[in-house]
């Protein structure tokens, strides 16, 4: 057992959390009569480092000095984890910030820091047509983590940008698939995109199949003001805001395009709002069973995996959401006909919930996809329940069919988990064979 806690903190198991709690001892105090109630509460490494003094105060350490002394300890060794372990790929960690006790989810994924030097005019694609505002086809781009574009160079830049989008690879997918570690210019991008896709987007003439980046944003070419987000819809108010949940690095992303810093979002809490301008369909929301109608035409769950495009010099909506279709193939039949999908894409939701019980979900602390095309059917595990009461038996399934479907989360809560932090159900639904 001792040799397992030589494993990065958040990969350790519940017994190595146990195993740790019980022989530790710092400024004099000892913790081995608390270990047991974080065995019988499954707290395993990431949840330990996720601890605050409230968690540490509910397992059952109730001594003030005791309990600070312990939480101090937990940052030191997340820091050590952070600088020891930068190589981790999508790990979130939660961090608590001492003035404002803001908890937050970060990735220990580095930044990628490519320098932004625009092509020389020689360097750009002779075919590329700036009036093709119809275009929907996009390569990634590195954009600048620091020195932001400033006001004197800021209609060159923006030329340069949209001129370097089109010169690339304008087939290329929207939400890009994993890329290794890039070190050079980012015209090199395009021989990178030989990935198998996993989705199907709808654009508006055709629909094809993507792959989803780490950031889930794309930038739309010859608009270089436009951008397209993976997101989870979850309904609009009087005043016209939309609320969506994105992924903390989509959030950092969208930081960095941002030309006014002012516009920055939190990138603690992934429900974020968004205004909506008067093109965009979404201010013709209405409730309705199971779900919402969106201007008469569009029906969705509650809190369905969409994609919609954001103006970021204006920072509103516009234009229309749709869903984000998904390939994968039926996993399981069980004798009351109910079905689960292997999917390629894992969505990992995290709720926090409240003090009241309730059989609905509460608030979402925690919102992350993964592109798991790429992975052995053995290690995956993205398998999610076929919920969808209008068209639940429309087509006649067997396993191993392959499909094609849109994801939700769900919105009832798992009243078999009694932890005040628990995952979200996942479900599939629109579900059609390929």
């Known amino acids: 057992m001792a040799s397992s806690l030589n494993l990065p903190t958040q990969h350790w198991t519940v017994e190595n959390v146990y195993y740790y709690v019980k022989n530790l001892e710092i400024d004099g105090f000892k913790y081995n009569e608390n270990a047991e109630i974080f065995r019988k509460e499954c707290i395993n490494g990431k949840l330990f480092l996720n601890l605050e003094k409230e968690d540490l105060n509910v397992l059952g350490i109730t001594n003030f000095t005791k309990r600070n002394v312990l939480y101090k300890h937990l940052q030191k060794l997340k820091a050590t984890q952070i600088k020891q372990n930068s190589k981790f790929t999508s790990s979130p960690i939660r961090v608590s910030n001492n003035n404002n006790s803001i908890n937050a989810e970060i990735s220990l994924t580095p930044t990628i820091n490519v320098p932004f030097i625009p092509l020389p005019p020689t360097q750009l694609s002779p075919n590329h047509n700036n009036n093709n505002n119809n275009s929907m086809g996009m390569t990634p781009l590195i954009l600048p983590q620091s020195n932001p574009i400033n006001n004197n160079n800021n209609n060159n830049n923006k030329r340069a940008i949209s001129d370097l989008i089109n010169s690339l690879n304008t087939n ?76 903390q690095d989509s959030i950092i992303e969208l930081n960095n395009l941002y030309t006014d810093k002012e516009m920055n979002r939190n990138i603690f809490s992934p429900l974020q709002k968004f205004k909506c301008s008067e093109s965009s369909n979404i201010l013709k929301t209405h409730k309705i069973q199971h779900g919402w109608l969106i201007n008469n035409k569009l029906k969705l769950p509650f ?84 919920h969808d009461p209008e068209n639940q038996h429309k087509y006649k399934l067997k396993k191993g069919l392959p499909v094609k479907f849109c994801l939700k989360l769900s919105t009832r809560t798992n009243k078999k988990n009694s932890n005040t932090r628990k995952p979200v159900f996942v479900q599939c639904w629109n579900l059609k064979p390929l």
């Open 303 to 386: 809190n369905p995996l969409i994609y919609f495009r954001l103006n970021i010099l204006s920072n509103e909506i516009i234009g229309e959401i749709k869903p984000i279709i998904i390939s994968g193939h039926i996993n399981h039949i069980n004798n009351y006909n109910q079905t689960w999908v292997s999917s390629d894409l894992q969505i990992d939701a995290i709720e926090e919930i409240n003090s009241i019980p309730t059989i609905l979900i509460s608030n979402i602390i925690s919102f992350k996809l993964t592109n798991i095309s790429h992975t052995s059917l053995q290690q995956r595990d993205a398998s999610y329940l076929h």
């Open 172 to 247: 290329s997918p929207i939400f890009g698939s994993q890329f290794p570690t890039i070190q050079t210019s980012p015209n090199l991008l395009p021989s990178l995109m030989n990935n198998t896709p996993i989705f199907n987007f709808k654009a508006p003439t055709t629909t094809r199949i993507v792959p989803m980046s780490n950031n889930n944003i794309r930038l739309i070419a010859n608009n270089y003001h436009l951008v397209e987000i993976a997101g989870i819809y979850q309904g609009i108010n009087s005043h016209g805001i939309c609320f969506i949940l994105m992924t």
